[in-house]
């Protein structure tokens, strides 16, 4: 048998029948999914990881591997010291 909620949806359901008419009813329904769907994939972008993470290793993985290659310790160094070490190390080669 048909209890509460129910009713208000058949009741709904026929009232946007006689409102906008059978060929309309699609179109409206595919414009509802159309903006849930954009509407998630803005939420997944906001809370999906950061481009970063996606497109390859940090700047400071990069600085780290080039002073490596190049022989120049980077422990107890930050990122500018390791930097103006690579430069250095670049002009007298």
Do not use: C
Request: hydrophobic residues 40%; without cysteine.
């Amino acid at each position: 048998m048909i209890e509460g909620w129910e009713w208000i949806a058949v009741v709904a359901i026929i009232a946007l029948l006689i409102l906008w008419g059978p060929k309309k009813l699609p179109e409206m329904a595919r414009s509802i999914g159309e903006a849930k769907r954009e509407f998630e994939k803005a939420s997944s972008e906001l809370t999906g990881p950061t481009s970063a993470t996606v497109t390859g290793p940090s700047s400071d993985d990069l600085l780290i591997e080039t002073a490596r290659k190049l022989g120049i310790s980077t422990n107890g160094k930050t990122r500018e010291q390791i930097s103006q070490e690579i430069v250095e190390k670049a002009k007298h080669s």
